[in-house]
């Protein structure tokens, strides 16, 4: 268990609606990054948030969006949804600002749209 | 950009015996961070072992150990002692803190089969 949570584990959608993921970081981690991995595109980044401020955007489509709440959780708003937007989104962890950039990963939300 | 290559989509290897697999990734930069993930089939992303390119000395971690070559800009992992246990994806993934972010660029790894 890394200490991060990711709701929900599996969500079915239709084309065209809009969904949040939600991820909590470990116990004190202030650095929440997201990730897509699908079957075409690997594993990618898409954004990065410290401490409520978003600090890098990757590969994220404009119709994403992210936030990053004063309780450090974090919420992947996706809208407009495609049926290539399916794929596994996982949020990872980590506080190199305590000297230890190693990113602890949740486990993932498996995103379907129909 | 940083780009990072696997060039073994599979691999396979016998219980009990040795199996390294490639990584090569292309960077100007001097700080960097390399690491390997293992991803089995439950789909959780674990981290296996990490490199910094400061440190000349091959980093290792029980039957996990690296052959880190910066000048070839190699990073290659091999496991020891095979287990059923370690069948999964592998990913290696380079990181350099730019601008104050850490995010990870991935290969588009490697799936390792272990056969009992």
């Known amino acids: 268990d890394s200490g991060v949570t990711q709701t929900p584990k599996h969500l079915i959608t239709a084309t065209g609606q809009r969904v949040t993921l939600r991820c909590s970081p470990r116990?004190?981690?202030?650095?929440v990054y997201w990730y897509q991995q699908s079957l075409d595109q690997g594993l990618q980044f898409l954004i990065h948030?410290?401490?409520?401020?978003?600090?890098a955007k990757g590969n994220i489509l404009e119709r994403f969006s992210a936030q990053q709440f004063p309780d450090l959780h974090s919420e992947l708003n996706l809208s407009s949804l495609e049926l290539g937007d399916s794929a596994l989104y996982f949020c990872?962890?980590?506080?190199?600002?305590?000297?230890?950039?190693?990113?602890?990963f949740g486990p993932g939300t498996r995103l379907t749209v129909l | 950009a940083q780009t990072v290559t696997q060039s073994q989509p599979e691999m396979s290897v016998q219980e009990a015996e040795t199996v390294t697999l490639s990584c090569t990734y292309d960077t100007s930069e001097n700080n960097y961070y390399l690491f390997w993930y293992k991803q089995p089939p439950s789909r959780q992303m674990i981290l296996v072992i990490r490199q910094e390119a400061y440190k000349q000395q091959n980093a290792t971690e029980n039957r996990f150990s690296v052959n880190f070559q910066k000048a070839a800009k190699s990073f290659s992992l091999k496991i020891s002692d095979s287990q059923l246990g370690d069948t999964a994806m592998y990913f290696c993934?380079?990181?350099?803190?730019?601008?104050?972010?850490?995010?990870?660029?991935f290969g588009k790894g490697t799936k390792l089969s272990v056969i009992p």
């Open positions: 993934a380079f990181m350099t803190p730019g601008a104050g972010s850490y995010q990870l660029t």
């Open positions: 948030y410290y401490n409520g401020e978003e600090r």
């Open positions: 990872a962890s980590s506080s190199p600002d305590r000297g230890n950039n190693e990113q602890f």
């Open positions: 116990s004190g981690d202030l650095s």
